[in-house]
């Protein structure tokens, strides 16, 4: 389900900063709970796979989706692809409550120096954007979601590919 094209990363390598800028309704959620109600098997639990931009920037269509089905009735777990940036505990504990997050993807473009330049994220905050998901993936995965790491390899990081490697050994 893609939430929203909007980012709060602005990599270099990304296609969608060219594409216009879209971020999908409450009143489309709700289209989708009522599709998903009158579609779906029964006694069947589905996977939501959300996805951007940065699905979390839309967290109120998050919220309404999962009410819905959860009010419906429809067993479902939810799965991520994003940078993790924007989960800290609050949102991890409402993702596991209420999203019912059993995984998610991030992406880690290289070591702390390389990752903080490739993502360039929007915030300028004086933390350092590599530290904050890293903590944010081990924050995850001690409330028991698994998390899959990705690396985006090209010639800006592949020489960073083996020290990225051991920071997570």
Known sequence: ILTTTACNARCFYCYE??????????????????????????????ELRWFGGEPLFNMKVIDTMCEGLTENG????????????????DV????????HINACQITIDGTEKIY???????YKD??????????NISTLINNGVNVGVRMNVDMHNCEDLKDLVYEFY
Do not use: C
């Open 126 to 135: 004086e933390k350092s954007p590599y530290k904050r998901v890293i903590n």
């Open 17 to 46: 900063q060219k594409v216009k800028k879209s971020t999908m309704k409450v009143e489309t959620a709700k289209k989708i709970v009522d599709y998903i109600t009158k579609y779906s098997p029964e006694d069947e639990e589905i």
């Open 92 to 99: 991890i504990k409402k993702a596991i409550e209420i999203w």
């Open 74 to 89: 429809i067993q479902f777990h939810s799965h991520f692809t994003t940078n993790g940036y924007l989960f800290d505990e």
């Open 116 to 122: 903080n330049k490739a993502k360039n994220y929007i």
